[in-house]
């Protein structure tokens, strides 16, 4: 098959060749960099990496595209492994409120909240869910990302999760990104359910649940397992059902406080543990031995004036492999890894090495696609970002811009920047 594009002269290409699988401890730090670095695709796949020199000598470029990417940083499209991108409405209202120190459930008596967010997905329709959210990933798109994860869970009924999971299909057709969903209809107990959270469980597992594993509208089930919210055995309960069913496993894991996360995440073989800012020794361990990602989410204190970011350094000195997400959702509205990954560094002690590893061939096994993307190798879909910097360590210290020049799906360039 005949090449389709070149991409040709980057001042460094980051292929972060190596493993098939999600990198820990010195590896994260350990990609490979190819100075004048050139890839040759076709069909929208990989088919060479080199040197430009290389790639032009075994290659016959006449009539083939090309870009020229000198001084700029040539790598894999990034990863996401954790967002609530499908729902409707804002709470921009709640920022004045955490200004002036009003707490969660302060915020949530006052109207805001997840609940809030479950009243305007409720009364959004089909149409108008679509267009909000598909706003929402134009955007993610225009910043780098080409593959990402979205849940459900602002349904908390049998109606709208079943919407929210259509949506998600219906935006992956429609957009160049591959989106991975998530049913979570335990992301908290809908009002109609209050004091009742065993009941509701019981309608999860029993009514929507088979109803997603019928039409296979999910790859993931995910349990918001926190104290005030699913304890442990509520979580394990979902989880073991969800698993029965052939669902592969996540968990929001020890966000506020230690509550058994991590521990549940290596005891029921889920495939990551999520936010990880209070998770017990215990619990680090469990996941290091079991394998179980740790997906991270600088975005989510940031968002909620906290101090309490996740220890990405502890964590990966221990042998947890780590990803990075950007937990878009009403309460953080990041839309970027390229941010992700200023705060992973900045506040969470990540090199940057660390944290584009965590972007992508470790966001990529957090979604159990490391054999498809995360990577710039021969036999990998052609998801590429093409930066406007010279050096990969620029992502993470120049902040507050959109780096990207090119953003490229299986090897056709889906975004691109305008010239003035």
């Not at 990602?293 to 909620?304: F, K």
């Not at 992700?340 to 506040?347: D, E, P, Y």
């Not at 940057?352 to 021969?378: D, R």
Request: aromatic share 6%; charged share 25%.
């Amino acid at each position: 098959m005949p090449d389709d594009l070149l991409v040709l002269r980057a001042s460094e290409l980051v292929t972060l060749k190596g493993p098939r699988r999600a990198r820990a401890k010195g590896e994260m730090s350990e990609f490979s960099i190819l100075r004048d670095g050139a890839v040759a695709i076709a069909g929208g796949v990989i088919v060479d990496v080199g040197r430009t020199e290389s790639i032009l000598r075994d290659h016959d470029a006449t009539g083939v595209e090309r870009i020229d990417a000198s001084d700029k940083v040539v790598m894999p499209g990034f990863v996401d492994p954790h967002t609530h991108l499908v729902y409707a409405g804002s709470r921009e209202f709640e920022l004045e409120l955490k200004a002036k120190g009003k707490t969660y459930l302060e915020i949530l008596q006052e109207g805001g909240g997840i609940l809030r967010t479950v009243q305007d997905t409720r009364a959004a329709s089909k149409e108008e869910l679509f267009r909000q959210s598909a706003r929402r990933l134009e955007s993610m798109i225009a910043h780098g990302t080409t593959t990402a994860e979205a849940k459900s869970g602002y349904g908390l009924d049998k109606a709208v999760e079943l919407r929210m999971l259509e949506t998600i299909k219906k935006l992956g057709d429609d957009y160049p990104a591959d989106l991975v969903p998530t049913y979570m209809g335990a992301h908290a107990v809908p009002q109609e359910y209050a004091g009742r959270a065993d009941d509701y469980l019981d309608f999860v597992v029993s009514d929507v649940m088979p109803e997603v594993a019928r039409w296979k509208l999910a790859e993931f089930c995910d349990v918001f397992c926190e104290k005030g919210v699913f304890g442990y055995e509520q979580s394990r309960k979902v989880l073991l059902a969800a698993k029965a069913l052939g669902m592969k496993l996540k968990v929001h894991a020890d966000e506020l406080r230690p509550s058994g996360g991590a521990e549940l995440a290596a005891e029921v073989g889920a495939i990551s543990a999520d936010h990880l800012a209070k998770p017990s020794d215990d619990g680090i361990m469990a996941m290091a031995r079991k394998d179980v990602i740790g997906v991270l989410l600088p975005g989510t204190p940031y968002s909620s004036m906290s101090k309490d970011y996740a220890d990405g350094r502890r964590l990966i000195d221990l042998g947890v492999a780590i990803a990075l997400g950007t937990d878009l959702n009403p309460n953080c509205w990041n839309e970027s890894m390229q941010f992700t990954i200023s705060l992973a560094c900045h506040k969470m002690r990540m090199t940057p090495a660390e944290a584009i590893t965590a972007s992508t061939i470790n966001a990529a096994a957090a979604l159990g696609m490391e054999k498809k993307v995360g990577t710039i190798e021969a036999g990998k879909r052609a998801d590429i970002v093409i930066l406007d910097i010279p050096t990969h360590a620029q992502l993470p210290y120049k902040f507050g811009t959109n780096l990207c020049s090119s953003v490229l799906k299986d090897g056709e360039v889906v975004w691109e920047r305008q010239p003035f």
